[in-house]
């Protein structure tokens, strides 16, 4: 009897707080509805993978097909040359990207002129700001065979003659990964100069007592105090390894005819098969692996940063 | 006598640091700016003298009729694209900025009747995709195709967004809600008056993500609305010019000399031309971007 009542009393809690609320739960339905359509429906849409989905029959008239695109999947060499470039491509970047924001954080930590220091920062961040379309322009242009890196290396002797670059397998991994520096080195240095400016200055201090030089300070002090913030930015990025949007703009905006063997991602494979040749369910699959994997290597991440004491990202 | 001081107690090691600190910080400076100065000087010089080649960082020949002539190619489509370029990111960022005010502001109620469920049902739309098929098919079911709102609509919520909006609410002083509740204001009342201007810096921190996104966005055009001539963009212009003279690689000559019989205009001339145009806007509202946009990656940095 008197749980009943408790109960009771709880409902009407429960009950006076909806009512209280209904405007802002009424709008929160509709934001709902937003996240169910534009977000649940396409991994919903996930069942077309083991359809064989046609526009016009649907999802519920369209022939079921069990694993076999999966099975054709797993079997088709082309989809194991996209992950191996969309992973080749991810670490060349990863590696650039890292070392070139965590070295010009560094730089512009060692600059003792606070305007200059303000100054190269923001140049540094101008490229992060405009679209990859105009950023591959720009490499395009720079890369030509009469372009300004031809210029630069023919003019000092490095080249006997000028090298078409993108139209090279060997370079594009390269170009992707220099280009992708080029335009977010700036930006990316920012959470590691926000990292080195929480150190304690103490530190640097009793260094300089001990006749310590800079190398060492930046060694001993600047490099350790940066590290949990090191560790956390890779954690984060090894579930983007297999593919993220700004990949897929670039190496769309920059592949060309000469180098598709050492271009094409899963993303972009996934393209040629759902909206070039319309299997969208064979492609569908494809993109299902890449989630899946992905979702895999964010959590996997995410416990090993709790294993090491980081905080937990999820 | 202070520098004196100061001179003495510097180091080889000092010295040398500095030396290799600026030059590699030069460098960056150079890399960052060079190639935007050298596309300006392209687009200010003549055609065919450009094709001599050795434009560096100022025009030999200096014109202005490229812009003219670029923005008259093809029955003045690149007006229209410029047009649907700034209505996309108006209305993009109000939009939704405006939604996720007024979400980040319900989130934000401690007592909100199933709030975890809210909350986490957003969370893991930061971690699950349908992928690009089953969008696109999505897209194709709400009859979005080849509609203007395909522009606005699938990114109008960012999780990331929200959750910085409502930390920055939550750490607002309750008292002002409270007190202004107590006097009978309603809820969006509250938000509109108290919340919104209080939560004002990071409502333009929020507001310039979303605009430099719309307004740099192509790929959403090429999935979407490949061919739909009344709802290209600058950037998706700039994006064909470049896909075809990628198809021309190691042509260069064909790049630099193009179609010389119609007029004065290049495809070089034409590309650097446009890239200007499209890069203008981000120059302009450049002082403010880097202002609240590094406030922003520390906002969203820092908590989470």
């Given at each position: 009897m008197a749980g009943n009542k408790i109960k009771l009393t709880e409902k009407n809690v429960i009950l006076k707080k909806i009512s209280e609320q209904k405007l802002l739960l009424l709008l929160m339905l509709v934001f709902m509805i937003y996240f169910i359509v534009f977000r649940y429906l396409p991994i919903a849409g996930w069942v077309m993978a083991f359809q064989n989905y046609k526009p016009h029959l649907g999802f519920t008239g369209s022939e079921w097909v069990g694993l076999k695109h999966f099975n054709e999947l797993f079997g088709d060499p082309d989809f194991f040359r996209a992950i191996r470039n969309t992973i080749g491509m991810s670490i060349i970047r990863l590696i650039f990207g890292f070392i070139s924001s965590i070295g010009l954080a560094i730089l512009l930590n060692e600059v003792k002129n606070a305007a200059f220091k303000r100054f190269t920062q923001t140049v540094s961040y101008l490229?992060?700001?405009?679209?990859w379309v105009v950023a591959a322009t720009i490499v395009t242009t720079s890369l030509e065979r009469d372009g300004i890196v031809n210029i630069f290396f023919t003019s000092l002797g490095f080249l006997k003659e000028p090298v078409l670059w993108l139209g090279e397998e060997k370079y594009f991994w390269l170009i992707i990964a220099l280009s992708d520096m080029w335009k977010e080195v700036g930006w990316n240095a920012i959470i590691y100069l926000a990292a080195i400016s929480a150190i304690d200055i103490n530190q640097y201090e009793a260094s300089i007592v001990d006749g310590a030089g800079r190398l060492r300070r930046i060694w001993h002090i600047t490099l350790p105090g940066m590290m949990p913030t090191i560790i956390l930015m890779i954690i984060l990025n090894i579930g983007l390894l297999l593919g993220t949007f700004t990949l897929v703009e670039q190496v769309m905006l920059l592949d060309n005819p000469m180098v598709i063997k050492v271009a094409e991602t899963i993303d972009l494979y996934t393209l040629r098969l759902g909206?070039?040749?319309?299997?969208f369910s064979f492609a569908a699959s494809a993109g299902i692996f890449k989630s899946l994997v992905s979702v895999i290597l964010v959590f996997t991440a995410n416990a090993i940063a709790k294993k090491l004491g980081q905080r937990a990202l999820i | 006598m202070l520098k004196k001081v100061k001179s003495l107690t510097r180091t080889n090691e000092d010295t040398i640091v500095d030396i290799i600190v600026y030059i590699i910080l030069g460098i960056t400076i150079i890399a960052s700016l060079y190639p935007f100065i050298n596309i300006l000087a392209i687009s200010l010089n003549d055609p065919m003298d450009t094709y001599r080649g050795g434009i560096t960082?100022?025009?030999?020949?200096?014109?202005?009729q490229n812009y003219k002539q670029v923005m008259d190619l093809s029955d003045g489509q690149l007006y229209h694209a410029a047009l649907i370029s700034i209505l996309r990111t108006v209305t993009g960022t109000v939009t939704s900025v405006f939604c996720t005010l007024i979400l980040a502001y319900i989130l934000s109620?401690?007592?909100?009747?199933l709030k975890k469920f809210f909350i986490v049902t957003i969370v893991m739309t930061m971690y699950m995709f349908g992928g690009i098929i089953p969008e696109y098919i999505v897209i194709q079911k709400l009859g979005l195709?080849?509609?203007?709102p395909v522009y606005i609509l699938p990114?109008?919520?960012v999780p990331f967004y929200i959750f910085i909006v409502r930390t920055y609410i939550q750490d607002l002083p309750d008292s002002l809600r409270e007190s202004a509740r107590i006097d009978g204001a309603g809820e969006f009342t509250v938000l509109f008056k108290i919340i919104a201007p209080l939560a004002m810096p990071v409502i333009a921190t929020v507001a310039l993500f979303v605009a430099v996104a719309q307004w740099n966005s192509w790929f959403d055009t090429f999935l979407?609305?490949?061919?739909k001539k009344e709802l290209s963009t600058l950037q998706y212009e700039l994006m064909k010019k470049l896909a075809s003279s990628m198809q021309n690689l190691g042509n260069s000559r064909a790049r630099l000399q193009g179609n010389r019989s119609s007029n004065q205009l290049t495809p070089l001339a034409v590309q650097a031309t446009m890239t200007v145009i499209v890069t203008l806007p981000i120059v302009c509202f450049y002082p403010f971007l880097q202002k609240y946009f590094v406030k922003g990656l520390t906002l969203g940095g820092v908590k989470e």
């Open positions: 490229p992060h700001f405009v679209s909206m070039k040749l319309f299997r | 960082i100022f025009p030999r020949i200096f014109t202005t109620k401690n007592d909100l009747f195709i080849n509609k203007f990114q109008m919520l979407y609305a490949p061919s």
